[in-house]
């Protein structure tokens, strides 16, 4: 018994050490401390025992089974959260948002300055929604708040306080296309993927990748900041900076052009001081 308990006490702590690599690494959230403390019947309690056991040097029977249990345990509870277990309490504050009942024939500015990252995406509705995205970082939870009068009206995201332990790395932000938007925002590390929407002259800055697909329409789009940005092959567009372009773009007097037999739709104006790369759809992929 003796040599399987040595061997299960070194599992123990390579499951810990593990957890702690997996929060380094990005893919688990310190809130697992809440989670072990909120069912501290089934954790704490145990591991005081075993410490205490271990402490005494007391390696009989009940040593064995606990040692046993708190290696399920210590398993469970990270795969619990790595697959969003409802149960846990790190999912038990509300991060969801959403307002889907935007004026159609307003115009709307939505404003971001966050120093997490931003996932923005566009759905086949009116409104927005938002959410965390589920990774350790230093961004509280977001909340919006609108403007009722004037034009554009504004659509502003921030954080709200939020424990240091259930902080994360960023938002999913979701606009609908059925209404029109004007864009303003500041992020890093973030995706930002533009498709099937009409915009107003906007801007984005930060850092991350960019997607302008075929069904964005938009006259003109400022960038500001390292971004890595894929075109789709059927939106025509022209680039005025000084930026990295496939060869197969043409360097005319207005701008780098992806399509040199089609007037541009879109015309991108790339910052003095930003580092940005541009690829055709399919070299992006």
Known sequence: MIKYINSIKIFIFSIIAVQIALYFFGYLRPSIIYDYIDFFPFTIIPAFIYLYLNIKKI???????????????LLLFPIAQIFDAKFLTTYSFPSY??????????????????????????????????DVIDKPGNIGYPEAVET??????????REIQTSTLLKVAGWNVNIGNKNMWQLNLISFNSEINLDNIKLNDSRIAGTGSIFLGE??????????????????????????????????????????????????????IVEDGSDVKFYDEEEGS
């Not at 009722?148 to 995201?157: D, I, N, R, Y």
């Open 97 to 130: 948002l959403e307002n889907r009942e935007l004026n159609k024939d307003s115009e709307y500015l939505l404003v971001i300055d966050t120093s997490g990252s931003i996932n923005l995406n566009t759905f086949n509705e009116t409104g927005y929604t938002a």
């Open 59 to 73: 390696t009989n029977r009940i040593y064995f089974y606990l040692s046993i249990y708190l290696s399920a345990v």
């Open 148 to 157: 009722l009068v004037g034009e554009p009206k504004a659509v502003l995201f």
């Open 215 to 268: 069904g964005l329409e938009v006259e003109e789009l400022k960038i500001n900041g390292n971004f890595e940005v894929r075109v789709s092959e059927d939106l025509a567009v022209v680039v005025i900076g000084k930026v990295e372009t496939p060869a197969s773009w043409i360097g005319a007097t207005i701008g780098y052009l992806n399509q040199a037999d089609e007037v541009y739709k879109l015309k991108i």
